[in-house]
């Protein structure tokens, strides 16, 4: 029964065996990646890693070579037109015509999209003011026309939001805005699958990431569990009165590295738990003046799985382990 249970729910995003091949080259191999209603997550990777092909299978732009995509429930390639109204896509390169005011943009895709929507609540809603969605679009910023496209993959209170560089042009107080309204959009339930190459807004914005590398979807985590399989858990840095270098820290079972840098040492543990053992024989061997404790950023861990290495510490051998 419980079985059955779970194969009813519904993803906003769920691929299996995804895989396309351009003559010789495999863009995406074998990817089973799920994203769930109303989470927020991060698709990432490298450049050609696979990440726009994808996507373009996603909406059926492209056809798979194997395997499947399902996109709020229906197949993507087998039932496109169940699938385009209830999704708002902002894409990577986009056209405006600027002699149209952002207004008429939002009435034009209101009614490509037939739906019952009002283009100054959108207008709010994206933080564009009432007056300059009635400017022609041609003198836009970068970052007024990113809003306006947003806006327009608002129309019609999408299910699912497919974004790619949203905080593409935007200012530092535009990129808060806009994930302040990405949250927003996620409370009321719909699912935001964005592609980012900001790692740290990535970081601040998603519930969960995909890292894509040559195809392959090598991590599906939250953040923090990536930090736990790669062992990347936590870093401390201990300023010190004097750099003791007879100390060998890295015997310590658990400490898997030690930097020095401005009178500073920084350890990094596979184990977390070895942290104060590391104080108390630094402290026996020279004055501690500050202790600090960091965590790998998401810019480590993306490298850890991209660079080509193994991650520092345990690294997941397949898809189906790193999933959360
Ligand atoms: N139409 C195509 N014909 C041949 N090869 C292609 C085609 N589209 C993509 N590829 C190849 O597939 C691989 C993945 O490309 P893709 O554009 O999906 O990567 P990406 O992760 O989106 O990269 P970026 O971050 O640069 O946009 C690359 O090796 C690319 O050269």
Redesign the pocket.
């Known amino acids: 029964m419980w079985v059955a249970c779970e194969t009813l729910s519904m993803a906003a995003i769920r691929t299996q065996s995804l895989t396309k091949r ?1 003559g010789d ?1 495999v ?1 995406v191999r074998d990817v089973n990646l799920t994203v769930e209603e109303g989470e927020i997550f991060g698709f990432l ?10 996507i373009n299978m996603l909406l059926d732009f492209m056809r798979p070579s194997e395997g499947t995509a399902e996109v709020l429930g229906h197949d993507a390639q087998k039932e496109p037109r169940a699938i385009r109204n209830r999704i708002g896509i902002l894409p990577g390169g986009y056209d405006l015509y600027d002699r149209l005011t952002a207004r008429e943009h939002l009435e034009f895709a209101i009614d490509a999209k037939n739906a019952d929507a009002d283009p100054s609540e959108l207008i709010d809603r994206v933080g564009l003011s009432q007056e300059d969605a009635d400017r022609k679009v041609g003198g836009y910023s970068k970052g007024m026309a990113q809003r306006l496209v947003l806006a327009s993959a608002l129309v019609g209170d999408p299910d699912l939001l497919i974004l790619d560089e949203p905080s593409s042009g935007l200012d530092p107080h535009g990129i808060r805005e806009m994930r302040e309204l990405i949250r927003g959009e996620a409370d009321r339930g719909t699912a935001v699958f964005f592609s980012s190459h900001i790692l740290s807004e990535v970081e601040a914005a998603c519930d969960r990431v995909g890292i ?1 590398n040559n ?1 392959r979807l090598v991590a599906e985590n939250t953040v923090e569990g990536l930090r736990e399989l790669t062992g990347a858990s936590s870093q401390l840095i201990l300023k010190v009165g004097r750099v003791p270098t007879e100390l060998d820290l890295t015997s310590i079972e658990g400490v898997s590295g030690v930097s020095v840098d401005d009178s500073a040492l920084r350890v990094s543990f596979s184990d977390p738990g070895k942290k104060a053992q590391v104080v108390k024989r630094v402290d026996a061997a020279t004055r501690i003046t500050d202790i600090k404790s960091e965590q790998a950023s998401l810019e480590e861990l993306f490298d850890s799985y991209t660079r080509g290495e193994e991650p520092t510490g345990r690294k997941p051998e397949s898809p189906a382990e790193v999933s959360a």
């Open positions: 351009f080259v863009a990777g490298p450049n050609g890693a696979g990440k726009s092909t994808t894509m195809g």
